[in-house]
């Protein structure tokens, strides 16, 4: 198979994922971040996508036939993070330029290209859902946006195709990610059933009845190798959600039976995760000394100003799949079981008890 991956911010919940997949299924991988992780069939490649000369020095000789661009840098306000994510695109793809090798680079975005970013998040109005790729963009800063733009001006002077996804909530297994639903809500119910705190929605109760869906980060990967590798995905945006759709009154309580503790009652109003967890770092190294586990840093397992962003949206959200569906894309996951096999995942690592 003359297919070659570069897998841009292999350490994340995508990007992870991402490489072990295209191993499984034959590629050549190359796997890049500050700190790459050692995954088992992926070359690692440490580079820093700001340090432009360093970059181009890292990527020679490397000739990917497909990039996969999962990774992304927070700042403080969306300005900043359209300026410093723009960039780093830009250096990526332009670092590439000198092998000509690259046929395809796909990126991978977010809801917030409907929503608009954290500093404006699901304010003004609300979008119609369920979201299709044809709405137009936010009439606002959104550096999706400006990534968008950096792609598709690559590819139009270097010739390659490309495309675009957009997860909703991703779920998987990753350690020090910053928008990490899963692992976060893991780690909570754990330090509820250890100290006997109420295992509590923190959302809204739009996201509480509403319908809603999520992203398992294997369906991802599968999603991203059918766009990068079929004709009839070329130059497309797609969303790309589990498929089916539940609403958080219903699935709260199955993840609370899971770890052998019962869902408290609904309040009625939003109580942020963040304000719940203000205190559980010491919590959690109790726990990690009594049960023996890998990381007793809280902070690189839970990222509960994230899951607070998600599960406190005031607007419904759903996401259609028409577009990939009738492209030839119809793989399905199972939602609880996204959860699930993440949490069995994070025991064998010895994450959780």
């Excluded at 297919?3 to 190359?30: E, F, K, P, Y």
């Amino acid at each position: 198979m003359d297919r070659s991956a570069l897998v841009v911010g292999a350490s994340g919940i995508v990007g992870n994922n991402l490489a072990r997949h295209l191993v499984s299924r034959g590629w050549r991988v190359h796997g890049l971040a500050r700190r790459p992780p050692q995954i088992p069939g992926v070359e690692p490649v440490a580079a820093d996508l700001l340090q432009r000369d360093a970059l181009h020095q890292a990527l020679s000789g490397l000739e990917p036939t497909h990039v996969f661009i999962c990774t992304w840098m927070r700042q403080p306000t969306e300005a900043e993070n359209c300026r410093v994510n723009g960039e780093m695109v830009r250096n990526l793809l332009q670092a590439l330029e000198q092998d000509r090798s690259l046929r395809h680079a796909a990126l991978v975005t977010g809801l917030k290209h409907y929503l608009g970013p954290f500093e404006a998040y699901a304010q003004g109005v609300a979008p119609e859902t369920p979201f299709r790729e044809e709405q137009p963009r936010l009439p606002i800063e959104n550096f999706y946006y400006v990534q968008e733009d950096e792609l598709f001006a690559a590819a139009k002077r270097q010739g390659f195709s490309w495309s675009v996804h957009r997860p909703h909530t991703i779920i998987g297994f990753a350690v020090g990610n910053a928008m990490n639903m899963g692992v976060t809500l893991a780690v909570w119910a754990t330090i509820c059933r250890e100290t006997g705190r109420p295992f509590l929605f923190p959302g809204s109760p739009m996201q509480w009845n509403g319908l809603t869906d999520v992203t398992d980060a294997r369906l991802l990967a599968k999603h991203l190798e059918w766009a990068a590798t079929s004709d009839v995905a070329r130059n497309e945006a797609f969303n790309v959600v589990n498929g089916d759709v539940f609403r958080w009154k219903w699935l709260w309580p199955k993840l609370a039976a899971h770890f052998g503790i019962e869902a408290a009652d609904y309040p009625g109003h939003a109580t942020p995760l963040e304000r719940q967890m203000a205190d559980a770092a010491p919590v959690w190294t109790d726990i990690v000394r009594k049960h023996g586990l890998a990381e007793p840093d809280l902070d690189r397992l839970v990222s509960p100003w994230h899951t607070d962003a998600d599960l406190g949206r005031p607007v419904e959200c759903l996401t259609d799949m028409s577009k990939s569906r009738r492209l030839g894309f119809t793989e399905f996951q199972y939602t609880p079981d996204s959860f699930f096999d993440l949490f069995a995942q994070l025991r064998q690592a010895r994450l959780i008890p």
